[in-house]
């Protein structure tokens, strides 16, 4: 099981994630860190998201941002409140917040 990773600020690094090995975790995106899975910066995805882990971006998080799910970048997964839970239940060993 993996650890999931629930970040909450759109950040362009974090040192508790940067140091994380890839591979040994899920990243969840919610809040104000959606915006990381729709901006590009300078033409680049975030870098939040090279981080080697699967993606999932809350999906009401997303609209009430304004953010169409269409618009998020192709390696997000975009999953609402019950798919989350599934997936907190179902893939997850520990969940943290960063």
Do not use: C
Request: charged content about 20%; cysteine-free; aromatic content about 8%.
């Amino acid at each position: 099981m993996k650890v999931g990773v629930f970040l909450s600020e759109h950040t362009k690094s974090n040192d508790t994630l940067d140091r994380l090995s890839a591979g040994s975790f899920d990243l969840v995106l919610v809040q104000n860190a959606v915006y990381s899975a729709a901006l590009k910066e300078n033409g680049q995805k975030s870098p939040v998201l090279g981080k080697g882990a699967k993606v999932y971006a809350l999906s009401e998080d997303l609209v009430s941002r304004g953010i169409e799910p269409s618009q998020v970048d192709s390696g997000v997964t975009v999953v609402d409140y019950d798919g989350l839970v599934d997936i907190i239940f179902n893939e997850f060993g520990k969940t943290i917040w960063l």
